[in-house]
């Protein structure tokens, strides 16, 4: 039985990836001050981007993406190429789920070791896998509003503690910073939403421009809001060399020493977060290897794949220094070839060379 997800579901789930772990893990450090407008840049090229992932998917509306890449490229380079799309979503998934694991022992539990939490964290979500993206993204869709409210609500009780200061003066170390910041920013988290490319031809009205734009736009506001928020408070310095800043910036709020100490709404909000984009990647892992193993159902790969992720994550940090130094230094790059060059290769080979054939 086919699944499927309504518009505004596939909005709402693209949103929760987006936010993701960007509600904690600071990305575009290099623009200090200016991270907002990094942001704002990288959301743009985001936006452009999304649009060949539309293209993509619309070539055969009423096929997922391994189908589509195996009429474009034949049956063995398909799915060459559709394992590397695979692959990255994997990696992307142990990622986030190191992320969580480093979180909640350095806020709260620093005797526990990661594994534990991360086991915990994963086996949530492959039985959330198991019941199907239609249970994902209900799940979606019920929480956004309310933890997009909780997040916002911190942001008149932190106007004591900010500094207009803070943001002056502007492009003050040049336009270089911001740039390198954007880029950053592209690749964490807004061009990781090719990982939809599984997803979305689950959806009931084929309007993939308006799932990736309405996401994009809607997301991208919060982070800057969040970003000036931080900035605002803790200083360019401080919030860009802060492990969690959005977590440290919340924890300053203190009114009256009455109202204080309420950062445990954005610790709840990340994890959240962070569990939904942990079940998107691990769904699709899992439903693209089922489709190149020639399985017509995914849910018996989803245990394993979702253990080999836990496993991942466990090996693939030595500590959280290298977590974020893998996050800020290293991914930008390692990503670009899965987020960028791929689809636009696929786009323009199939433009070039495919489309007449195919329409026919």
């Known amino acids: 039985m086919k699944e499927t997800i309504s518009v505004r579901q596939a909005i709402f789930t693209m949103t929760m990836f987006i936010i993701g772990s960007s509600v904690i893990i600071t990305s575009g450090v290099d623009a200090k001050g200016d991270l907002w407008i990094a942001i704002s840049i990288a959301l743009i090229a985001a936006l452009i981007i999304t649009w060949f992932y539309s293209k993509i998917l619309s070539i055969k509306p009423n096929n997922d993406i391994v189908d589509i890449l195996e009429m474009i490229f034949g049956k063995f380079f398909g799915r060459l190429l559709s394992f590397f799309l695979i692959f990255f979503s994997f990696h992307l998934g142990a990622l986030v789920l190191r992320n969580f694991g480093e979180f909640i022992k350095t806020i709260g539990l620093p005797e526990t070791p990661n594994s534990i939490l991360m086991l915990i964290c994963i086996l949530l979500a492959i039985i959330s896998v198991k019941s199907g993206i239609e249970t994902i993204a209900r799940g979606c869709e019920l929480f956004l509003l309310i933890l997009l409210f909780l997040l916002l609500l911190t942001i008149p009780f932190s106007i004591p503690e900010m500094d207009i200061n803070n943001l002056r003066p502007m492009l003050y170390e040049g336009i270089m910073p911001v740039l390198k910041g954007a880029f950053a920013t592209f690749s964490f988290p807004f061009a990781e939403t090719i990982v939809f490319l599984f997803v979305l031809p689950s959806i009931n009205k084929k309007q993939y421009y308006k799932v990736y734009y309405t996401s994009l736009i809607f997301a991208g506001s919060i982070l800057i809001i969040l970003a000036l928020r931080n900035v605002l408070i803790l200083g360019p310095e401080t919030s860009t060399r802060n492990y969690f800043s959005s977590y440290t910036a ?94 636009l290769f696929i786009y323009f080979y199939y433009v070039i060379f495919k489309r007449r054939k195919m329409k026919k």
């Open 250 to 343: 919340v924890s300053r709020i203190n009114i009256a020493n009455f109202f204080q100490r309420i950062e445990s709404i954005v610790a709840i909000s990340f994890l959240i977060y962070t569990f939904a984009k942990i079940s998107i990647c691990l769904y699709a892992s899992s439903k693209g290897l089922s489709k190149i193993l020639g399985f017509n159902d995914y849910r018996f790969l989803v245990t394993p794949i979702g253990l080999l992720m836990l496993n991942f994550a466990i090996i693939v940090y030595e500590n959280i220094m290298q977590m974020v130094e893998w996050a800020t230094e290293i991914w930008p790059y390692y990503s670009l070839p899965f987020e960028v060059f791929l689809p």
